[in-house]
């Protein structure tokens, strides 16, 4: 069975540069084709397009699916004459459903050039058929001005953020916090924990991070069907974090499953809020969002601490779940053609300079050093956490759930305990039981 990485949708928007309208396959030569994933950087990848084909005259085209389509638009694209050459998996998931298309990447320059910690995806012969191309990072962000505020009030259960090491102290410093409110300015500690349908995905996947890395630690997973059944060993951790964001928020728990993750990062934006649980994409929209207050160099990380083992020396959760792979049904020179294109972004170094600065990719090649950062005050602590010697960088391993019918599920059992319609009990033997459910279906996938 295929390993892991451990490091580490109908086309509603499409962008189409008006040199590069020739679709793979209807030209005289190689080209290539890219299904974008984020509508975000539709335009920078147009554009680094018409830049590589201006300079070698290989055409590219880009299709950008539509914000959470993605799925929708690869199927649609992949039974066209003219299918990409070039689209994204996440991690078991994708590879499940299209292990038949995925070309070996095994001896290209960019599989050859990755960083130790940036694990790839493998097929059952242990080549390589899905490359990592962003290191991203998540964790509790924290507005300090509005923490040092707090720190120097009469009865502070910490003086700075330095002896925030644990659940313990985090929720000691996060109830005190709560009560003196007015004092601070604020609404809440925590921004609203959001539990609308469909963005439920801080919960069912980053939160549960941790207790399932552990979990996998504990009895030795090598393998994504070695996680047939879950023990949920550290689901009272899980239990820990999660009711502190729904008992120290903006609002009252019962409210949360009305609550969207733009809500939740307008809080916080805007001051209403101390923290909230988020990775470092969160940037651009702090920044960007009207009325924002967060000052640049006072957006920092704190680690999700919820009692988990050793934790004190534990920091961010740094990986991926998204890989880049070549689609072994296009023609051998559009596959070279994907290939030449792919050395050429990510090694050259005028492609450095486009991933880094148009992309704002934290990018796992050994090509990239610390000068090699988005402009960005939480990319470089994300960076920071990689190189920190000093602490552990938790793996992706929520990746290792089954599915998103799984994740759905978890969702709206966790916005039915929120609103107190649901015993935590009951919580975790659905939770239990879909999984192995989910999982069963998902191995099907593999085999």
């Known amino acids: 069975m295929q390993s892991t990485t451990r490091a580490l949708a109908a086309v509603a928007a499409v962008g189409l540069s008006a040199t590069l309208l020739t679709a793979c396959g209807q030209n005289s030569g190689p080209s290539v084709y890219y299904l974008n994933f984020k509508p975000e950087q539709a335009e920078a990848f147009e554009k680094i397009g018409e830049e590589y084909t201006a300079e070698t005259g290989v055409p590219v085209k880009v299709v950008t699916a539509a914000s959470g389509s993605y799925m929708q638009t690869l199927k649609a694209e992949m039974a066209k004459s003219n299918a990409p050459t070039l689209f994204q998996i996440n991690g078991q998931e994708g590879y499940g459903i299209w292990k038949d298309y995925l070309a070996d990447m095994t001896d290209y320059d960019v599989t050859k050039a990755l960083q130790e910690d940036a694990q790839p995806i493998t097929n059952d012969q242990d080549r390589v058929v899905g490359v990592p191309f962003a290191m991203e990072g998540f964790g509790i962000l924290y507005n300090e001005e509005i923490l040092e505020k707090y ?42 924990t959001s539990l609308g349908a469909g963005e439920e995905w801080r919960w069912t996947n980053h939160l549960m991070n941790g207790p399932l890395h552990y979990e996998i630690v504990d009895r030795d997973i090598q393998d994504f069907s070695d996680m047939a059944d879950l023990e949920f060993t550290y689901g009272e951790q899980y239990r820990n974090l999660f009711d502190l964001y729904l008992q120290n928020s903006t609002v009252k728990p019962s409210l949360a499953s009305a609550r969207a993750v733009s809500d939740s990062m307008a809080e916080f934006a805007t001051g209403k809020a101390a923290m909230v649980q988020n990775g470092n994409w969160a940037w651009g929209q702090i920044s960007g969002e009207g009325g924002n207050v967060v000052k640049e160099d006072k957006i920092k990380f704190m680690p999700m601490y919820m009692g988990l083992p050793n934790e004190e020396n534990v920091g961010l959760n740094v990986g991926t779940e998204n ?15 994907t290939r030449d294109f792919l050395d050429w972004l990510f090694l050259s170094e005028r492609g450095k300079e486009l991933v880094v600065n148009e992309l704002g990719f934290i990018a796992p090649f050994q090509n990239y050093g610390a000068e090699d950062v988005p402009n960005d005050p939480l990319a470089r602590q994300v960076h920071e956490a990689l190189t920190n010697p000093q602490q552990e960088a938790l793996p992706w391993d929520f990746q290792y759930s089954p599915n998103q019918q799984f994740r759905d599920l978890y969702g709206q059992n966790l916005a039915q305990y929120a609103n107190g319609n649901m015993e935590w009990k009951d919580l975790v033997n659905r939770l239990k039981e879909d999984w192995n459910y989910e999982m069963a279906n998902q191995i099907a996938l593999l085999d």
């Open 151 to 192: 720190f120097a009030l009469p009865g502070a259960k910490a003086a700075s953020t330095d002896e925030i090491n644990s659940f313990d102290t985090l929720k000691a410093v996060a109830e005190d916090m709560q009560a003196r409110k007015d004092e601070l300015g604020i609404q809440g500690v925590f921004a609203a």
């Open 323 to 337: 890989f880049l792979a070549v689609n072994n049904k296009a023609s051998e020179e559009d596959q070279a053609a």
